[in-house]
């Protein structure tokens, strides 16, 4: 029994030590490159900057956030070429999507000159320099090294890698990273991430900035992000804010987005009720495009009786200018009929 009570107290611990690691950290397909493997020590700053001044690439795998779909393999960015911007050759179509990421880091000069991120089972070509995989990276320390270096150029591509670790550690940097103290384009990239890849949790993040946040350059921004959810209470939040937000400016880009993302009867309804009853009439005027925004077969009909019944002339002037780009025959049909 103490035997069995050890073993388990050992595989208690051994689980302890691995949480937060990828459950398979195999080392990568690399050709053409000297490569290193080398176990994680201390941290991660200093352990890349242990490797020399370069040029070299280093990487390291995580797990990814549930849910993302595809596959990572891709020469994009690598060239100017039409070779060199596409799906790699001979690397796997993944329809249920990774369940881990490689973070790919290339050191020149002592400085970071490329970040990306990949599939654990793409092929990389290393171009002949030396290559250091590093094993068992916790999760903490990898999004540690990546926040460091938001103050650069690569700070999009290091927010998005953030945004694609899964656990509570890259919860808790996202939600650090919109925070108010830190720079608008961070914000907005972040806010971003939070509604295309975080699901829930991202949606009510971002709701709450909405609510709150005093930029209105980021709200714009969340608007967006939450529009692109694939979460239904990313699109009912956008809806709400058609319908209720104080600032003229986001009910219209919120009816821009519901026009773009949500051809449905609930955004036919949003977009009429900001023409009837919106008191600003720039975001009316904003709906009434929202309505040149909808597939044809539900835009013109909506449009032809906003410009015969709305009491605004200048909604219906906008309205006969938006037909008038049309070319579905209905709208011309109307155009006969005023000018008879």
Known sequence: MKTLAAIAF???VAAAALEGQPPDARQPQVENARLESRAFAGSLATQVSSFGAGPFWTAWQEPIIPGRRGDMCWNRGNGDGPDNDGHAVGAPVRLEGPTALVVLVRIENSQLSQLRVASPDCRFDGGALPFYWINGVPAAE????????LADSHADAAISAIAMHSGQVADRALDELIAADQPERVREKTAFWLGTTRGAPGVDLLKRVLANDKSEKLREQVVFALSQSKERAG????????????DPRIRSRALFWIAQRAA???????????????????????????????????????????????????????AIFWLGQSKDPRALEFFAQILK
């Not at 990898?142 to 270096?149: D, F, G, H, K």
């Not at 699109?235 to 104080?246: E, F, G, Q």
Request: no cysteine; hydrophobic share 40%.
């Open 10 to 12: 050992a595989a208690g």
């Open 142 to 149: 990898s999004i540690a090294w990546l926040r460091a270096q």
């Open 235 to 246: 699109m009912a939040a956008v809806l709400d804010t058609a319908r209720n937000d104080k």
């Open 264 to 318: 449905s009867q609930q955004a036919r309804d949003a977009i009429n009720g900001a023409i009837e009853n919106d008191p600003e009439r720039s975001v009316k005027e904003q709906a009434v495009f929202a309505l040149k925004q909808l597939p044809e077969d539900q835009g013109v009909p909506l449009l032809i009786n906003v410009a015969k019944n709305n009491p605004d002339p200048a909604v219906r002037k906008k």
